[in-house]
């Protein structure tokens, strides 16, 4: 790992963290709010890790105050949120619930009272139960429901939010949601459904991304998030660099993990060929004006990256994944850690969108609790961090135009399927009474952005020592 960087983040740079309704909000049936897919899921039984739900969660709806004096403690630049559709429109569509909307009024007038930039995104999964039981997203009008609910967010908060977010991530509500099913609303649909499903989701984001832009209050800046699908090269050389590549703009058959699929039709108003080909019958209805829909002008292009693939190139050139050393360092979620993925991401979707990108999601699970001290001491939350961050700053050195990174997540929450099993966040939440203690890496953190990354070098000399790269890990 070469240290000939220079020992900042660009001046503009963004530091935040993010959050999202159903995974902190709870108050999942207070003041008006309708049911999401979530709530129903999370009333099967065996379908959330030890019977949790998000109906109490953090209590965010009730303690935003105290959590945006933590947010202004930690010195967040930013704040990514997101609105919970059902709690703006409780049936989806039709009837507007005021008490929901004050909400979020309330929310977004005391970040910006604590100096703290809110950027909205409109959907993270939490899909009114009512619009499923019509069709959900497979339905025709689904974009168009998507649509008028952008509608009423945007001009209830546009006054004071210049930076929105319409989708997050496709591949994880569309793939596991619809088509695997071991998420909300839990369908198993198969894969011509599934893909019909994001194709409405792809128009659902052009027709939102178009309402922003034309009747926001403030100047906007839109974007959306999807997974950063990211493959490492095992090796330094160019037949490997050449593959991590190639199984980044690859669409695999029977798979919707992939980056271009998504994100091509928003950037370039079509599906990659590759796709066309493997999909075959499977393909989704396209409308004549489609794609006009679909690729609508965004400003940024967000990327949720926390692992990687290492791999080699096969005899055909084609990515081959290598198995990593038994006992090579992974998170509570048995994800890889891999800090040379976000290098790899950022760098192919620079390169291939030509888009200012913001690192919208990026962190990991750990083994976290309150000492014995009264503290969390998270050293691997940190180590992770270090790491990661100079690989992106490695990547923005190299030419990448990444405008932001927001950690994931500001503080424990509800992990979807997983419950509480898992901690990401910068303050261990106590779910029994609802302590707020921050980590030492909100501590961490905060050095960072006061320094605009330049503690992240401090022990560059430790990191060269044991850089933790594929390649070195797989000698």
Known sequence: MSNNYSKSFPEDFTWGAAAAAYQIEGAWDEDGKGKSVWDAYCNEKGKIWDGDSGRVACDHYHRYSEDIEIMQAIGLQ?????????RIMPEGKGAINTKGLEFYDRLIDELLEAGITPWVTLFHWDYPLTLDLQGGWLAEDSPKWFA????????????????????????????LGHFVGCHAPGHRMGLAKALQIGHNALLAHGMATSIIRTQSKLQAS???APVGNS???????????AAAIRGMEKVFPDSLWNNTWWGDPVVFGRYPEEGIEIYGDAMPKIGPDDFDIIQQPIDFYGCNVYTGI?????????????????????????????????????????????????ITENGLSCHDWVCLDGKVHDSQRIDFMNRYLTQLHRAIEEGADIRGYFQWSIMDNFEWAEGYKHRFGLIHIDYETQARTMKDSAYWYKEIIQGNGTCIFNDSSSAEAVPLTAEAVLK
């Open 148 to 175: 008028n609910y952008t509608e009423v967010v945007v001009d209830s908060l546009s006054d004071r939010v210049a930076h929105w977010i319409t989708l997050n991530e496709p591949q994880c509500f569309v793939g």
């Open 231 to 241: 493959y490492v090269p095992a090796t330094s050389n160019e037949q490997d660099r």
């Open 222 to 224: 839109v974007g959306w």
């Open 310 to 358: 290492p791999c080699k190139a096969g005899d055909d050139g084609e990515p081959s994944e290598v198995k990593l050393p038994s006992g090579s360092p992974r998170t509570l979620f048995q994800w890889r850690m891999l800090p040379e993925s976000i290098y790899w991401v950022s760098t192919f979707l620079h390169e291939r969108y030509q888009l200012p990108l913001v």
């Open 78 to 86: 930013a704040y990514r949120l997101s609105v919970s559709w059902p």
